[in-house]
């Protein structure tokens, strides 16, 4: 099927592969299929959506093992792993969209909001354009350190419109915000290697820029100095359905490390 649909492309850019670590299929079968596709386009892009376990919401006791070897596998085989979690995705779903019992659609919402808000650039014209490769480039310093942390701004939920104005200090400001992040791990007990932010909708360059250099300025203390200039930024004139404006976030940093050691432990 893959070699099939990889024929019918004019130009392959890559692959983007949603697995959770958590249960066998996601873990043992994503893999596979992952070093699997690696070992038949070794040039092209490999893009993971991956869902972390975490220990508060749990459903099996095998987690922790099927994370950790699939872990293995995506350092090697992937080129970019963007990692949600699920703890973090119900502590928004609760605090920000104060929902009292989530469901699994809710979640999927919130997880599909960021992917739409990655591929945006490959998917609609836009004023500074983005893709697979690109983001690769700019985000990751070291082959192996490809895991990141993703974001979006502003956050609502299924069904409902945000009818309030944003505007683009605020999405920076949010995007930005640890309440914010699908990973629960909190940015400010690491540092920035590199992040990236994808704005969507009718946003002007100049605005965005100045934010930027604002929130590098403010924040100089997380991000490495040993990288200058490690933000980037893409512009996508379309929005999302729904939105005048919306901001995706990703960012590679040093305090991803929580997900992993929650995962050890």
Known sequence: VVRREAEGCDSLQGFQITH????????????????KIREEFPDRM????????????????????????????????SDETFCIDNEALYDICMRTLKLSNPSYGDLNHLVSAVMSGVSTSLRFPGQLNSDLRKLA???????RLHFFMVGFAPLTSRGAHSFRAVSVPE????????????AASDFRNGRYLTCSAI?????????????????????????????????????????????????TFVGNSTSIQELFKRVGD
Request: hydrophobic share 40%; net charge neutral.
């Open 20 to 35: 959770s670590l958590g249960g066998g299929t996601g873990a043992g079968m994503g893999t596979l299929l992952i070093s």
């Open 46 to 77: 490999m893009a993971t959506f991956s869902v972390v376990p975490s220990p508060k919401v749990s459903d099996t006791v095998v987690e922790p093992y099927n994370a950790t070897l699939s872990v293995h596998q995506l350092v090697e085989h």
């Open 137 to 143: 480039v700019n985000m990751v310093p070291f082959p």
């Open 171 to 182: 999405l920076t400001q949010q995007m930005f915000d640890p309440k914010n992040m699908m």
């Open 199 to 247: 704005f969507r909708g009718k946003v002007s360059m100049k605005e965005v820029e100045d934010q930027m250099r604002n929130i590098q300025n403010k924040n100089q203390s997380y991000f490495v100095e040993w990288i200058p200039n490690n933000v980037q930024t893409a512009l996508c004139s379309i929005p999302p359905r729904g939105l005048k404006m919306s901001a």
